[in-house]
DNA sequence: GAAGAAACCGATTGACGATCGGTTTTTCAA
DNA sequence: TTGAAAAACCGATCGTCAATCGGTTTCTTC
């Protein structure tokens, strides 16, 4: 768990995960067919973005007769909480302070509610944590 | 402050920031001076690296006399929340549960001393949002 | 077995980081 | 004042990777 490394994603393979993640899983082509009213690309352009992240082991997939379903194997949840780890590795090693800290000036942006809402997912957090041991 | 897009950083690129971050502000001769034991690199490569950490607007420089003296123009702190921040709304978009969401996972890691730091940082940062207001 | 669908196989283009050599400019000391 | 040293500046190469696509093969199904 010390190299979280997940790598860079491009802006097509994001899009394409939105996709993913909004309607389920889908074949190339399925994706293709809502992708392409924002972007007018290629059958062949969504096909390959799939398939790249396939294989960074984002995405799962199983053949259906001869067209691969493509499912997400992470949630969104989990991949930007990779991506942050990932970052926060990067540029900060493993002082897990700065992870504090900047989880920290981020929360300044939030308001109380949103305070509120954090407060009682570190106390949740906490009882689990209590509970296991 | 709805796009806080960061440009990614290199390797390279982070290493010199790192050295930079620890010893202060120096210039690429410098910064080479002490990079060199670890990668064997000429002193030009460190000058590149420097340039665009510079052009990012990472790093800030003056001219001592004909050379550049670099120094950090943002916190690690800093530039983890702004990376931290690009990211998050990289592949959550506006979601701001995603953040708060993804911290909470990654306090999971945090025992129980972390937790309790975070929970008195949330304090604090309430008691400066009452405050002012 | 033929037609259509999808995978598969490159190939290209454009960014960009890392790397460096050579040229110009600047400084400073003899 | 001039010449050597130092540093910036210029630009070129290499590797990686995302995005893009066309053409070929393979598979399914009627």
Chains 1, 2 share one sequence.
């Not at 393979?13 to 924002?38: N, P, Y």
Request: proline share 2%; no cysteine; charged share 30%.
């Amino acid at each position: 768990m010390t190299n979280p490394s997940v790598p860079p994603l491009g802006d097509l393979e994001i899009a394409v995960l939105e996709d993913i993640w909004r309607f389920g899983s889908s074949d190339a082509k399925t994706v293709h067919a809502r992708v392409k009213h924002s972007r007018s690309i290629a059958l062949n352009t969504v096909q390959s973005a799939l398939e790249r992240l396939f294989r960074k082991g984002i995405l799962q997939r199983e053949k259906i007769s001869h067209a691969y379903e493509y499912s997400a194997g992470v949630s969104r949840r989990e991949l930007v909480r990779k991506l942050v780890e990932s970052t926060v590795h990067r540029v900060a090693g493993t002082q897990s302070d700065a992870l504090l800290s900047a989880f920290v000036d981020l929360a300044v942006q939030a308001d109380g509610d949103q305070l509120k809402r954090l407060e009682e997912l570190i106390a949740r957090r906490r009882a689990e944590l209590d509970e296991s041991r």
